[in-house]
């Protein structure tokens, strides 16, 4: 069985410490279902301060990250955070995923339709970065999904299969227990128009059948398979009943009270 997984990707939020450290208190108090796997992924410059103040349970993830380890790549964001460095440095262990959990940024998200669109990111760089994390100890929220366009056109697996055709070339077999695939349409995301539970469903099966294909049928079946795209409190628990929806990732709805009903959704 797969373990549900909830990620709030605050994208470039909140635009505070002080809303960060509101947010985070609600989630510390909250009665969340700790049978569910929870990431919250804020802006790199939070991601140490968050990790200090958030409860131990939930984990906390980079919202990208360059395939270089250092060098000269001004504005790029490593792996791990300098600042965590020490003599028990993941970056001198690099396949220490153990050490990385410790340092408190176990997961990166990759390939988020606004990275690919407004920051021109391709599959094959996003398959880069993907091997370089793994390569690191960090675990990967790999974002694909198609366009309105693309999918009013009949497109949606095949776009999707071409995203993801990039990291199977990448990564070896053994790595996708360290991915989680989040299926985001980019019509569904922060337009408020979520995809059908039958239409998440659809495309989850067809990227099941994708992986057994192009990887093995063990990684079809093991990997969790995330919905995204206008996920709140009240489309949550439809889309959690679908066999292949292994949980969400969550944009708007993670900066406010209401993450906690989703991540709850199995409860
Ligand atoms: P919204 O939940 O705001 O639609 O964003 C989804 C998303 O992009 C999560 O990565």
């Known amino acids: 069985p797969r373990q549900f997984f909830v990620g709030g990707n605050f994208k470039l939020n909140p635009t505070s410490r002080a809303q960060m450290q509101a947010l985070v208190k609600v989630l510390n108090d909250a009665d969340l279902d700790l049978n569910t796997e929870i990431v919250i992924s804020p802006p790199s410059i939070y991601l140490i301060p968050l990790k200090e103040i958030v409860r131990k349970e939930i984990k906390v993830a980079a919202q990208n990250c360059y395939y270089n380890d250092n060098g000269a790549f001004t504005g ?3 792996c791990t955070p300098t600042s965590i460095q020490d003599d028990n440095s993941p970056l001198t262990h690099p396949n220490s995923a153990g050490q990385l959990a410790d340092a408190g940024i176990p997961y990166v998200i990759l390939g988020h339709s606004e990275r690919r669109t407004l920051f021109h ?30 999918r009013e056109s009949g497109a949606t697996t095949k776009v999707v299969s071409e995203q993801l055709d990039a990291v199977v070339k990448a990564i070896k077999e053994e790595d996708w227990a360290k991915v989680v695939i989040a299926y985001e349409p980019v ?21 099941r059948e994708y992986l057994t294909k192009a990887v093995s049928p063990k990684v079809a079946e093991d990997t969790r398979i995330i919905y995204g795209g206008s996920v709140n409190a009240g489309n949550c628990k439809e889309l959690s009943l679908q066999p292949d929806v292994d949980g969400f990732l969550v944009g708007g709805a993670s900066l406010k009270p209401e993450f906690v009903d989703i991540i709850n959704a199995k409860k």
Do not use: D, F, N, P
Request: aromatic share 2%; proline share 0%.
């Open 121 to 150: 990111e391709t599959s094959e760089e996003v398959a880069q970065k993907t091997k370089a994390a793994i390569a690191a100890g960090l675990s990967v929220i790999l974002c694909v999904g198609e366009t309105l366009q693309e």
């Open 187 to 207: 019509w569904a995301i922060g337009t408020g128009k979520v995809a059908t539970s039958a239409q998440a469903q659809e495309t989850h099966l067809a990227i």
């Open 76 to 78: 790029e964001i490593r």
